[in-house]
């Protein structure tokens, strides 16, 4: 079941990449991997130099640019991954064949994750390191704690597969508009995370919300492993005054959590899907 589970796996990470890369060759692949989430990137920090008539030097900076790159797994595992479920079964309607040719769509739709978590982390580094570069981001090799960086990625991680594979069970059961509810749950966590601005600046109600989703708490752990505790206290007060250690309980806590709440999520309405016979349904609207 291992060998069998590990080939599938396999195979959806090797598909996933061609699909993701429209099958075009390495080369062209990689040089679309820097150039689309630097132009992406672009639009958000011409829209700051613009507001603030071009001052890179500012901890607001430096915290909304790191945001917004490892936001990028939030939309890569937490909307790509859902939208994998569309995709084979509507746009292309070869999710029928996929059962037929792996008996476990699970399988499959991890190693499409595995391929997006690959692509995204190129494109993470590629915009970080542009920041560095070009933009006065003060990210330094000898002052980053690359042991909590490291911990932080892979809870943020967790927490973006586990969400998307509870979408992509959901999917299963909606018809295609069913994209656009991932598409929402994405921007309402960009907006009430932290991502791009300090949670000070929302009203009391959207603070407190935000305060208590898990993806606000993985956003200042990077910046803290990153930047360090101080910095954190100079972009948002409200963020700095969480300890460490709760900040990492909550985290690692609501991490397991939600990988586990989605598989379980995923392997239910897989389930329902397959009793109501709708691994097939094109739905046209």
Same mark, same amino acid.
């Given at each position: 079941?291992?060998?069998?589970?590990?080939?599938?796996?396999?195979?959806?990470?090797?598909?996933?990449?061609?699909?993701?890369?429209?099958?075009?060759?390495?080369?062209?692949?990689?040089?679309?991997?820097?150039?689309?989430?630097?132009?992406?990137?672009?639009?958000?920090? *011409?829209?700051?130099?613009? *507001?603030?008539?071009?001052?890179?030097?500012t901890?607001?900076?430096?915290?909304?640019?790191?945001?917004?790159?490892?936001?990028?797994?939030?939309?890569?595992?937490?909307?790509?991954?859902?939208?994998?479920?569309?995709?084979?079964?509507?746009?292309?309607?070869?999710?029928?064949?996929?059962?037929?040719?792996?008996?476990d769509?699970?399988?499959?739709?991890?190693?499409?994750?595995?391929?997006?978590?690959?692509?995204?982390?190129?494109?993470?580094?590629?915009?970080l390191?542009?920041?560095?570069?070009?933009?006065?981001?003060?990210?330094h090799?000898?002052?980053?704690?690359?042991?909590?960086?490291?911990?932080?990625?892979?809870?943020?991680?967790?927490l973006?597969?586990?969400? $998307?594979?509870?979408?992509? $069970?959901?999917?299963?059961?909606?018809?295609?508009?069913? $994209?656009? !509810?991932?598409?929402?749950?994405?921007?309402?966590?960009?907006?009430?995370?932290?991502?791009?601005?300090?949670?000070? *600046?929302?009203?009391? !109600?959207?603070?407190?919300?935000?305060?208590?989703?898990?993806?606000?708490? !993985?956003?200042?752990?990077?910046?803290?492993?990153?930047?360090?505790?101080?910095?954190?206290?100079?972009?948002?007060?409200?963020?700095?005054? *969480?300890?460490?250690?709760?900040?990492?309980t909550?985290?690692?806590?609501?991490?397991?959590?939600t990988?586990?709440?989605?598989?379980?999520?995923?392997?239910?309405?897989?389930?329902?899907?397959?009793?109501?016979?709708?691994?097939?349904?094109?739905?046209?609207?």
């Amino acid at each position: 079941m291992a060998v069998s589970g590990l080939r599938h796996l396999r195979t959806g990470f090797w598909l996933g990449w061609q699909m993701d890369a429209n099958w075009a060759s390495p080369g062209w692949f990689f040089a679309y991997s820097i150039v689309r989430p630097l132009a992406m990137s672009s639009i958000l920090v *011409v829209m700051y130099l613009v *507001v603030t008539g071009g001052r890179t030097h500012t901890e607001m900076f430096a915290a909304m640019y790191l945001g917004n790159a490892f936001y990028m797994y939030v939309g890569a595992l937490g909307m790509g991954v859902s939208m994998a479920v569309i995709e084979e079964r509507e746009w292309f309607q070869m999710l029928k064949y996929i059962y037929l040719g792996t008996s476990d769509l699970f399988w499959y739709i991890l190693g499409r994750a595995g391929a997006k978590f690959v692509a995204t982390s190129i494109a993470a580094a590629v915009v970080l390191a542009a920041g560095v570069l070009f933009l006065h981001v003060p990210l330094h090799a000898g002052t980053v704690d690359w042991g909590a960086l490291v911990l932080a990625l892979a809870a943020g991680v967790l927490l973006s597969l586990g969400m $998307g594979l509870a979408l992509a $069970g959901v999917m299963l059961l909606a018809a295609r508009h069913g $994209g656009a !509810w991932a598409e929402g749950l994405a921007g309402a966590l960009y907006l009430f995370t932290g991502t791009v601005f300090p949670l000070d *600046v929302l009203p009391d !109600w959207a603070r407190a919300f935000g305060l208590a989703l898990p993806f606000t708490h !993985w956003l200042e752990a990077l910046r803290r492993a990153a930047y360090g505790h101080a910095f954190s206290a100079r972009f948002s007060p409200t963020l700095a005054a *969480v300890p460490d250690t709760t900040l990492w309980t909550v985290l690692l806590a609501s991490a397991a959590a939600t990988i586990l709440a989605g598989v379980a999520v995923f392997r239910a309405c897989e389930r329902v899907a397959r009793e109501r016979g709708l691994i097939d349904q094109v739905t046209e609207h």
